[in-house]
């Protein structure tokens, strides 16, 4: 199965974001770690029918933590990572939107 299926991962909705989609008509995504911008446009424009003018991405480092817990009169401690992620910032063609709240299948 080709990894086009699964390039756009979830949106990114935070209130940056929203401020960038109303003012500079960018979206965010959270993409697949080995794909490309030129496989994330395509995927954008297919998904959504909207024109893609510029892909930014950028490579995010999972966060470390640690965690303690009680056990048997012990305290056992461990460390760990978070997954690293890419992030995709779309930018669409003037009078192009994406509307991610739309539900499918009603009218």
């Keep these: 199965m080709s990894i ?3 390039i756009i ?5 935070t209130e940056k ?5 109303e003012s500079e008509r960018k979206y ?3 993409v697949h770690p080995a794909s490309n911008k030129h496989e994330i446009k395509a995927a954008v424009e297919e998904r959504f029918g909207v024109k893609v003018v510029k892909v930014a991405t950028q490579n995010r480092l999972g966060k470390a933590k ?5 056990s ?3 305290t056992i401690r461990t460390t760990g990572r978070r997954a690293h992620w890419k ?5 669409l063609d003037e009078g192009q939107k994406i509307d991610l709240f739309e539900v499918e299948g009603t009218a």
């Excluded at 974001?17 to 989609?21: G, K, W």
């Excluded at 640690?66 to 009680?70: G, K, N, V």
């Design 4 to 6: 086009k299926n699964y």
């Design 9 to 13: 991962r979830r949106p990114l909705l």
């Design 66 to 70: 640690s965690q303690s817990m009680r």
């Design 28 to 30: 965010a995504f959270e």
């Design 72 to 74: 048997g009169g012990h």
């Design 87 to 91: 992030r995709a910032i779309v930018t």
């Design 17 to 21: 974001m929203s401020r960038l989609e």
